[in-house]
């Protein structure tokens, strides 16, 4: 099965102009929030470099790693660490990441085919796998 272009042509009687396919904020939001703000914010740079806009898709990046850095932080210093504080820092983390950058790089009407979500969910899943039976053969 070939895989859709990155790009995808949009033809009028005055103009063409290509349309860059982008992952949607829902999209961002979720893998932030299931995985960590880290996996968002790639998914984020990546369609930010695709669009030319390079100092934007660096500063994602560092927001989402700062984000989960944080995280990490917090699990370790909490005496009682829960899933609940993971997920709450996820949460804004994924929040920024789709609904500021996101929207300062992609204007909702100029920019409105979004990519599949296929591969990044196979990557998603297969790392997830790897950790748990890193975390399952530690014990």
Not at 91 to 110: D, N
């Amino acid at each position: 099965m070939a895989e859709r272009q990155p790009f995808e042509t949009i033809t009028s009687k005055k103009t063409t102009r290509i349309k860059p396919q982008i992952y949607s904020r829902r999209t961002i939001w979720g893998f932030s929030v299931l995985m960590t703000p880290l996996f968002g914010g790639v998914l984020l740079m990546h369609d930010l470099k695709n669009v030319g806009k390079k100092k934007a898709a660096y500063v994602s990046l560092l927001t989402s790693i700062l984000f989960t850095a944080t995280a990490c932080v917090v699990m370790n210093v909490i005496d009682k660490p829960s899933s609940g504080w993971m997920y709450a820092i996820n949460i804004v983390g994924g929040y920024i990441l789709a609904e500021v950058y996101h929207k300062m790089g992609f204007p909702p009407s100029k920019y409105n085919t979004h990519r599949r979500i296929w591969k990044p969910l196979l990557i998603a899943v297969l790392l997830a796998i790897v950790l748990v039976a890193c975390y399952v053969h530690s014990y």
